[in-house]
């Protein structure tokens, strides 16, 4: 296993790299490309945004092992994982609405502190100290995946005016430099785990370094903006009346999932899709412990395979394929290696089928935050963004909840996991025909109007 994993690296780098040359020379690289002042505007979100994600894929490959090495048992390491995603469904809702509110900004900068707070709770064997760790850090994930985008999209089409067929560009790069960094990630925190005298813990505190220098460069590079501000005024003063607004605004974001029928597919879709996938964050490491892998290379390869969806992702884009029929193709592939996982013979067949389920993760998440840019309004798109992780926190819990017993199955995990992905894919093909209709409805009108 541990020559597979090495040799894999190796090869799935050199596709990487070849969907990826293929990518930049699609017609809306090269347009956004000859633009300084959207190229300055695009790398002063990156710098940001990639510490962010740096820190937090960091801690990624040892997670588990590091529960483990602290001699928990495998239903104690999946109730700590459940408490991450129940406090990041319970809580992490009410950051959206906050971000919107108070600023995006502001809102960023507190993942980081979170985040770092998350981290330093890893020195500590203590169950209790690493529960609040996960609140902590089930809290800073709901931030790192909504308020850093919701503050590009805005100051991208809203406050600067680039033309938004350049935001799936940004979402693009965004997935395929972020899996760069990921893979450089999973060699980083393998080396310090194996070399370093803290073992497990070294990358966690690794991480600390990158969270304090975007927060620093977010404070003193980025400008503020904000949502739907009007909604809690400025007159609002007692902690009980904030408490009461903010909910009200959380309930205009649930509001507007329920009135537009493509936004509920939407967060459907990724509700299920990404139950899935944090299954199988918690589920890989043991699926594969059995054949002593590198964990951090296996990471690393995982990351790779993003790369490269990402990368087909913008040359299928350039093709004329919409962003739904992507993201429709993104579930019926992991669809497939899911079902594939239940009837894996070993870790070295489970692993194939892991690395295809990273191609659809990576054509899944440009594909949905394009989706999320064109359909989410503006004044609410943080509070939607965290509404529809809901969901997604509660079929995970439900199915860590269930992987904590003596005679859990992972195959039985993946079955339901693929069922899950048989229902998404019917909501995906629902969402190509409603925006297929949107878009006719609209050419029809602006037809009209031409001829008049």
């Known amino acids: 296993m541990k020559v597979l994993a090495y040799v894999s690296i190796f090869i799935l780098g050199a596709i990487s790299l070849f969907f990826h040359g293929i990518a930049s020379r699609t017609k809306p690289q090269v347009a956004s490309g000859n633009d300084p002042s959207f190229l300055r505007f695009q790398k002063s979100y990156f710098k940001v945004y990639f510490l962010a994600l740096f820190s937090d894929w960091l801690q990624g490959p040892y997670l588990y092992k590091l529960y483990s090495h602290y001699g928990f048992e495998h239903s104690q390491i999946a109730f700590l994982y459940v408490v991450g995603f129940a406090a990041s469904g319970l809580l992490g809702t009410i950051t959206g609405s906050i971000a919107d509110h108070f600023g995006r900004k502001k809102t960023c900068v507190a993942y980081t502190v979170l985040s770092s707070v998350c981290c330093l709770t890893k020195m500590s064997s203590n169950f209790y100290i690493l529960v ?38 940004t979402l693009s790069k965004s997935t395929f430099w972020g899996g760069v960094l990921a893979m450089v990630a999973g060699i980083v925190a393998n080396g310090t785990a194996e070399w370093a005298g ?22 003193l590079t980025w400008p503020e903006n904000v949502g739907q501000s009007k909604m809690l005024g400025s007159e609002t003063s007692s902690v009980i009346e904030v408490f009461g607004s903010l909910t009200k605004f959380c309930m205009e974001g649930l509001r507007c999932i329920w009135s537009r029928e493509v936004i509920f597919l939407l967060g ?30 296996v990471f690393s390869c995982f990351m790779l395979c993003m790369m490269i969806g990402s990368s087909l992702y913008s040359i299928l884009i350039a093709r004329g394929y919409s962003s739904q029929q992507i993201l429709a193709v993104a579930v019926g592939l992991a669809m497939g290696c899911i079902t594939w996982c239940v009837i894996a013979s070993g870790p070295r067949s489970s692993f194939a089928a892991f690395l295809l389920l990273e191609i659809a993760v990576g054509l899944y998440y440009p594909s949905t935050g394009h989706l999320r840019s064109h359909l989410l309004p503006e004044e609410v798109r943080a509070n939607v963004t965290n509404w529809f992780r809901v969901p997604m926190n509660f079929l995970t819990c439900g ?24 229902f998404s894919f019917v909501l995906s093909a629902r969402l190509i025909q409603k925006c297929n209709h949107k878009s006719s409805i609209q050419d029809t009108a602006l037809s009209s109007t031409s001829a008049v």
């Open 268 to 297: 459907l879709i990724q509700s299920l899709f990404e139950s899935v996938m944090y299954t199988f964050v918690f589920l890989w490491t043991p699926v594969l412990e059995p054949g002593h892998p590198p964990l951090g290379v």
């Open 132 to 169: 609040f760790g996960r609140v902590m850090g089930g809290i800073s994930t709901s931030m790192l995946f909504s308020c850093f985008e919701a503050w590009y999209v805005h100051e991208h089409v809203e406050a600067r005016g680039f033309p938004s067929e350049w935001v799936p560009v």
């Open 198 to 219: 803290l073992g497990p813990l070294s990358p966690f505190l690794l991480a600390l370094a990158p969270l304090a220098i975007s927060g620093a460069m977010v404070i």
């Open 399 to 422: 199915g860590l909840l269930w992987l904590c017993g003596d005679n859990a199955s992972p195959q039985i995990a993946f079955g339901a996991s693929s069922f899950l992905l048989l």
